[in-house]
């Protein structure tokens, strides 16, 4: 997540790690309620990456925020794969196994040490995160 996160501070906006625990009307990270906020809004990138701003400072980076989810989407080829199909993956054991999803819960997927990573889930099994190459290769998926 360290890559999302630098990418977020480098363009002015500070993300919210992890569980956002107890906030209220106002709350924001961005101006750490300067601005008067009256309503807080959570954006939810992934399921452990918020953004947590208020009204009055989303009026004026709305544009940006969308702007930097476009990048990350386009940088991950996230619009290029069919979210409501099942698919499969390679397993630690070199097994191909079937039936994952894509998380729903992800506005990107996520890059790390030059790669992308799909994120996938199965009932009854922990979420993974799958080599895009390894997933267009097991899945035969075209991403041109």
């Keep these: 997540m360290e890559p999302i996160i630098n ?5 002015g906006l500070a993300l919210h790690h992890g569980s956002l625990k107890d906030y209220y009307p106002g709350s924001c990270d961005q101006c750490n309620m300067l601005n008067c906020g009256q ?3 959570i954006y ?9 701003v208020c009204d009055k400072c989303y009026e004026g980076l709305e544009p940006k925020i969308k ?9 991950t080829y996230f619009d ?16 191909i ?8 819960k992800y506005q990107f997927y996520i890059p790390k040490d030059n790669t992308v990573y799909v994120p996938m889930i199965k009932t009854d099994f922990p979420e993974r995160w799958v080599s895009l190459r390894h997933f267009i290769i097991i899945n035969d998926v075209k991403l041109i």
């Design 7 to 11: 990418f977020f501070n480098k363009n």
């Design 39 to 41: 309503k807080s809004i």
């Design 44 to 52: 939810g990138l992934t399921p452990d990456l918020q953004l947590l």
């Design 67 to 75: 702007d930097i989810i476009s990048q990350l989407q386009k940088l």
């Design 80 to 95: 290029k794969i069919p979210k409501n199909k099942q698919f499969e993956i390679l397993t630690e054991s070199g097994s």
């Design 97 to 104: 196994d079937s039936n994952w999803s894509i998380h729903p």
